[in-house]
């Protein structure tokens, strides 16, 4: 059995020479091929990568490639690893693999008494987790009462300077304060050293002074009971259709922008560009849009959905920040009494036992094993339109998992308030053009296009 943690499965063949080759291009006479011929000594490339690197120029360590494999880590890991939007991942998904048998990680505590606490719950969560299953709970949704202590495989690809990124976050940044992430960072950072001496080489001299932190402690933070709408836009671009338009009208036609202002005047002529951006297979224009939008009581399942969308800035607060008495409960439970019983349960001795540890003075780095799947936070995140058309064709398909669903209808209604004339043609693959799931498919094509037309 292999032994919990990160290596690395994959590296670009050619290691640091194109790093090296990239560093030497823009001073060095010679065609691109030449200069890599003239970039073989390991030696003088990682001599020559540390100086680059260190005056500020960091691009030439994209030219290398790092495939990582993480093995059997909390899904505390996963969800820290997965906000690198530079990054590509592959996970073991929730909504399909049973995770009864998957083992969970246990931090350190300070006497055997505590463990047993920790282990025996965290044993009774799993069994909980069966138990749904056994009794037709969709794994979807039995996934809720796994907490964040269970193991988690992923693989994650990357470039040289995102995982240069990457590393700072697990050993400086905000990582650190994780026993397991920061551990995870240096034996990471010893197998790159390895590997590519060049542009991990000089690490800690080059990175003891960074810090991810944001200090807010001026503001003074004050407890509310309003209730919270699930879905709200915190700012977005006015004019948007004829944003979008104008854009496009530069882009394919060069036009001055007097004759643009006399052209999207005419709301019939602005319909018609947009209606022909979105018909294009490389829809740029709809990037010339912008959308910040805050999601409240997104359960922490979900959230991963949201991080999975590359082109966006997201904002998740810190897991640590979770109200552990706040929790999602799916509504295949609301019939089954005693099943909702031991699912409510679960929460409620989870939240005990984790104010018990905070009593007996354990850190963030045990007690963030004690979150739920199915406890919430808020989140927001910036999307132009372009990603959002993406996020709807996927997240208000019927396939979706339900709860990112039903943020995603609620956003959609939503924004065609704002614009109704670009936010009408968005909505599930089937709505905006044909169904890709092949034998996957719902089936119900007709209903919901007629449900999005009247949306």
Known sequence: MNKNGVYIIGLSNVDEKVCAASGRISTQAGTALEIFERSQDKEKNANLISKVTASGHTSTVEHIFFNLAFENVSVVVEQFMIEFRLASFTVKSRRYVDFSDSGYYVPE???????????????????????????????????????????????????????????????????????????????????????????????????????????????????????????????????????????????????????????????????????????????????????????????????????????????????????????????????????????????????????????????????????????VLDICTTMNGRELLLFMKLRSCNRAQWEIRALAVELLKMLRKKSPVLFNHYGPSCYCGNCPEGKLTCGKAKEIKEFFSNL
């Open 109 to 375: 505590f300070k006497n055997e008494e505590d463990k047993e606490l920790y282990c025996n719950h965290m044993n009774s969560l799993f069994s909980l987790y069966g138990t749904l299953c056994e009794n037709g709970v969709a794994k979807e949704d039995a996934r809720f009462v796994l907490p964040y202590c269970f193991f988690s495989n992923f693989y994650c690809s990357l470039g040289g300077r995102e995982l240069v990124n990457v590393l700072r976050a697990m050993i400086y940044g905000r990582g650190r304060k994780i026993k397991e992430i920061y551990e995870l960072g240096l034996s990471l950072l010893g197998k790159c050293k390895e590997v590519a001496p060049g542009v991990f080489g000089d690490f800690e001299n080059k990175n003891q002074k960074y810090s991810d932190e944001i200090d807010l402690s001026f503001i003074k933070k004050e407890e509310s009971n309003n209730i919270k709408p699930s879905v709200e836009i915190i700012s977005y671009s006015e004019n948007a259709e004829k944003t979008v338009a104008a854009c496009a009208l530069v882009e394919k036609l060069n036009l001055d922008s007097e004759q643009i202002g006399k052209i999207i005047s005419d709301e019939e002529t602005t319909k018609r560009v947009i209606n022909s951006v979105l018909a294009s297979s490389r829809p740029r224009a709809l990037e010339s849009v912008n959308y910040s939008i805050r999601f409240n009581n997104v359960s922490l399942s979900t959230l991963t959905h949201f991080a999975r969308h590359r082109i966006q800035g997201l904002q998740v607060p810190a897991l640590s920040d979770c109200n552990r008495e706040k929790y999602i409960i799916p509504p295949c439970l609301a019939e089954n009494k005693e099943l909702l019983e031991k699912y409510v349960e679960a929460f409620e001795k989870t939240a005990k036992l984790y104010s018990l540890f905070c009593e007996k003075g354990y850190s963030e780095s045990e007690t963030v094993y004690l979150l739920l799947s199915g406890n």
